[in-house]
């Protein structure tokens, strides 16, 4: 039956092919990127390749009358892990390891899971893996399972069915239907939320991470699994496209829920410590917006941000706040962390190419705010620009 040959075919695409291109040849794909914590604070570690990629194969063949099955249609989609306190690997702290399944709309696991990180390691904490090419297997399901590598085994390796008695434990076990993965679209799913036995918990218990003011209920409700679908429409002429994701599972959810980043085009970076300082406080910062936990904002077309002083190839940074009904109202504090607008002459080394020190005209960029409030390294508040439609010059 056509039917069944064509599932038969998306099965082994999405469980089975990846990693080969068009000669069959192993191919690691591109390189996964550590966002680590961005110009703010020093930097971090690099996550080393990425998962690899889904493309190239082609499903083929004919079904049982002759007639060829094709392709199935794909999607793209990546995953950025925003779950603090995890132990990771000793190459990668805070790292998860990721499992992929197919599951019937009843939920029966179909076929053998993929260890999706086997060979390259796990995504680090922060990190932001490439986009990565699946078939629809529309009616299916697909599940996602993230796991502390300690609890993977040794060697590691996963479960056949995550929901299993006995199974691993997992940091996260996410549906993915469909309708939130439309074919031919990008999709990015951030990991987020607090896993339990981390940061000092123990006996199964969530972090104790919060406290006065009112808190998120995100502080008792776990791990979650955010996707979105990235708009890939091109900002006008002069313009540049932003939106923020906040991950952060203590942000204060009174009176008004969320971080609020704040541009302002006077403020200059002092020195290399990630400590800026407003050259004129007289002026008035601009809102980039404000976001609760757990979500990510749409795209807002705004002027491209470079640097306010091009013969310095500076000018200009931005920060976050709590917002507490004041927006960017209140002058910049000196000496408080900013992520400095920088030319690319003065850009620093930073872990990947898709971190960007200016939003330019034609970009679409996401500012991924995640860590804890007041919980210090490894977990401290970071964000960093990313643009999504970045692409390496030839």
């Known amino acids: 039956m056509r039917t ?55 499903a083929g063949g004919t079904d049982a009358g002759g007639t060829d099955a094709g392709m199935p249609a794909n999607f793209e989609i990546r995953l950025v892990n ?36 086997e060979t390259v390691g796990p995504i680090p904490f922060r990190g932001v893996s490439p986009y990565l090419a699946f078939p629809s297997v529309d009616p299916f399901n697909y599940i996602v399972a993230l796991y502390d ?24 076990i996410a549906t993915v239907e469909p309708s939130a993965t439309p074919v031919d679209s990008r999709v990015t799913a951030i990991a987020t939320g607090l896993v339990p ?36 429409a091109v900002p006008a002429s002069g313009m540049t496209h932003v939106r923020i994701s906040n991950q952060i599972a203590n942000t204060p959810g009174a009176p008004s829920p969320g971080f609020t980043v704040c541009y302002d085009p006077s403020v200059v ?13 007289t002026d008035t ?35 976050i706040r709590v917002e507490d009904g004041m927006g960017c109202t209140p002058a910049f504090t000196a000496g408080d962390p900013c992520f400095p607008i920088l030319a690319d002459a003065a850009r620093p080394t ?18 991924f705010i995640s860590g804890l409030i007041a919980q210090g390294a490894p977990n401290d508040i970071s964000f960093f620009v990313w643009q999504d439609n970045y692409v390496a010059a030839p």
């Open 4 to 58: 069944n040959r064509y599932l038969a075919c998306v099965l082994v695409l999405a469980m089975g092919a990846w990693g080969c291109d068009n000669n069959d040849d192993p191919d690691a794909g591109p390189s996964g990127t550590d966002a680590g914590p961005g110009p703010t604070d020093g930097g971090g570690t690099d996550a080393g390749p990425g998962m690899t990629d889904g493309g190239g194969t082609d």
């Open 82 to 117: 925003n779950m603090p306190g995890l132990t990771g690997s000793t190459a990668v702290p805070g790292g998860t390891h990721v499992c992929i399944y197919i599951a019937s709309p009843a939920g029966m696991i179909v076929g053998m899971p993929r260890f999706a990180t």
């Open 149 to 172: 590598p300690p609890n993977m085994g040794d060697p590691a390796a996963c479960p056949a069915d995550p929901n299993a008695a006995g199974a691993a434990t997992a940091a996260l």
């Open 197 to 232: 036995d981390t940061i000092g918990a123990t006996g199964g218990a969530l972090p104790s991470v919060c406290g006065p003011p009112t808190f998120n209920g995100a502080c008792t409700d776990g791990t979650q699994l955010v996707t979105v679908v990235d708009d890939q």
């Open 269 to 281: 970076p002092m020195g290399t410590s990630g400590a800026c300082m407003d050259t004129n406080p």
């Open 285 to 319: 910062p601009e809102s980039l917006g404000t976001q609760g936990f757990g979500t990510v904002g749409a795209y807002t077309e705004r002027a491209a941000i470079v640097p306010t002083i091009p013969t310095m190839a500076v000018g200009g940074g931005i920060y």
């Open 350 to 367: 930073l872990p990947a190419d898709e971190i960007r020190t200016r939003l330019d005209d034609g970009t679409n960029n996401t500012i």
